[in-house]
């Protein structure tokens, strides 16, 4: 039987990547990679571990144990907390991938971390490999379709949002009257709409794309529950996201959520 690793981080995604795998025929040993990792995880995959991101060495023994060539990294590992120091002392090995690094954009890290993997016979491989489903074709995906002022909004945050992409800053614009109210940077999606969501004083349109040149090895944009939670705590009206490049993470869930507060979601 074919073996794949899950880096795992916080949010339901890693379980849906694990059960897709599982039911493909993959052995799955999966690392959590932060406190806050699903706990429905565990039981979801042929084994199991704790090693936090900041023991690179571990993480590499312990794939390389259990004959791991392949590898898929899913979840929210989020930039500012690898920044704020509140993770464990990194060991000697992710010490010497910080202090190689030239700045410390997404993608800079993240393909120095695809090298080190590389290094040690570890392929990392296309996020959405097993979970191509989850990505929505085009269409409203809620009973509300947007307003015509929510649908420019729209367009203007998408445009917005490719930007932020392009210059490997962020992925979410939050938008209302064809005016930028925040754009996501290190703080993460949720953050960004809440910031966003006050400047507004609702009525916020939220938007989220893939980069311009998305690596689907990793950061593939995905909203799903939480991201509903937060334009609920906004007030934001409507969300849209990029058709076929973005993640919908438990779809019956976040549309519910999203039509019982009155909130529309395009594929766009």
Excluded at 155 to 180: N, Y
Excluded at 183 to 207: M, S
Excluded at 224 to 243: D, P, Q
Aim: glycine residues 8%; aromatic residues 4%; contains cysteine.
């Amino acid at each position: 039987m074919e073996k794949i690793g899950l880096l795992a981080g916080v949010g339901h995604l890693p379980v849906e990547c694990a059960r897709a795998a599982q039911a493909m025929g993959y052995e799955v040993y999966a690392v959590g990679l932060l406190s806050g990792v699903d706990p429905e995880l565990p039981a979801a995959v042929t084994e199991y571990a704790d090693i936090n991101v900041a023991k690179l060495g571990r993480i590499i023994d312990y794939l390389k144990k259990h004959g791991v060539t392949k590898v898929t990294a899913i979840g929210k590992v989020s930039k500012e907390l690898l920044m704020n120091g509140r993770h464990e002392l990194p060991d000697w090995r992710m010490v010497k991938l910080l202090l190689s690094l030239p700045d410390h954009k997404d993608d800079t890290l993240m393909l120095t971390f695809v090298a080190a993997l590389k290094k040690e016979g570890i392929e990392l491989v296309d996020q959405t490999l097993l979970i191509r489903p989850l990505m929505p074709a085009a269409g409203t995906l809620t009973r509300r379709a947007p307003s015509e002022n929510e649908r420019q909004d729209m367009a203007f945050g998408f445009r917005m949002a490719k930007e932020i992409g392009r210059l490997d800053v962020g992925q979410t614009a939050v938008v209302k009257g064809m005016a930028v109210m925040a754009l996501e940077a290190i703080e993460g999606t949720d953050a960004c709409i809440r910031r966003g969501g006050k400047l507004a004083r609702g009525g916020a349109v939220v938007v989220k794309v893939a980069k311009p040149e998305q690596d689907r090895r990793f950061d593939v944009p995905a909203v799903g529950v939480t991201t509903v939670e937060s334009m609920i705590e906004a007030g934001a009206t409507a969300l849209a996201i990029e058709a076929e490049h973005t993640l919908l993470v438990d779809r019956a869930q976040t549309i519910a959520l999203a039509e019982a507060h009155d909130i529309t979601i395009v594929a766009m």
